[in-house]
């Protein structure tokens, strides 16, 4: 089964609009690996507008499934997750004033800069994942890097998943097939939600793990955190 990692970004965006520590990140954290979740992601950024340093060291005792840190890998950011070693991070080229990540690594010419923060998070043992368009030619150069993984940005999926779902879906497939020539594991995020979810996870081999939070706790303002992760994981789920 492709596991389920809970992107809570969104979580402390409400909870900064208003100060304090409602509605609690770690409170929502335990919960929702509660509710069945596999992982918590965080996407730390420079201006702490939604998870803070704070809350990067906070969460690190009390996720007890997987704790997957995303970010644009400057010098800070390295360090923080050094010292944090959490089980996977992810590196995305986002930058400092981005609303959300909206591109993945050029993998060719980032290969030196990759390699060498890669090399630094391996020698701890943090499993690393690199953000990446769906692009088979960026594949043999990402595998390079020595990254453990892709993570398949789906923005451009979901954008057109109700317009034409095979075609929408037939460029991630074929990156998903190279990646796996090159021993590279599957993660997908960004823009996937209860619609569009499980076509996509029917349809790309070797997906190991999806990172959803935008969708996933909008749709818990209706239906309740409990029940909006279970639709998830029966969307995920191989019968």
């Known amino acids: 089964m492709t596991k389920l990692s809970v992107n809570i970004n969104k979580i402390a965006t ?3 609009a208003r100060g304090g520590e409602t509605p609690s990140v770690t409170e929502a954290a335990i919960k929702i690996q509660e509710f069945g979740a596999h992982g918590i992601t965080i996407h730390p950024r420079p201006d702490e507008r939604h998870i803070t340093r704070k809350d990067v060291y906070n969460l690190k005792p009390l996720v007890t499934t997987e704790y997957n840190i995303e970010g644009n890998p400057h010098r800070e950011f390295i360090d923080m997750v050094l010292q944090v070693k959490p089980e996977q991070v992810t590196l995305v080229p986002d930058a400092d004033d981005a609303i959300t990540s909206n591109a993945g690594w050029d993998t060719k010419k980032h290969l030196d800069f990759l390699k060498e923060i890669i090399a630094e998070f391996k020698n701890v ?12 030619e960026l594949v043999e150069s990402a595998a390079q890097t020595g990254a453990d993984r ?3 940005y789906t923005e451009a999926y979901a954008k057109n998943y109700t317009v034409n779902k095979e075609e929408a879906i037939k460029p991630y497939y074929e990156t998903a097939v190279k990646a796996a020539e090159f021993g590279l ?5 960004h823009d996937l939600s209860l619609e569009n979810l499980k ?3 029917d349809n790309i081999p070797n997906l190991l793990e999806v990172s959803i939070g935008h969708a996933l706790v909008s749709e818990a303002l209706y239906m309740g955190m409990e029940n909006t992760v279970q639709s998830y994981l029966k969307r995920l789920a191989k019968w």
């Open 199 to 201: 076509y996509f996870a």
């Open 125 to 136: 043992g943090i499993r690393t994942s690199i953000f990446l368009d769906p692009n088979p």
């Open 14 to 16: 409400l909870r900064n």
């Open 185 to 189: 594991g599957i993660n997908a995020g």
């Open 150 to 152: 892709i993570e398949l």
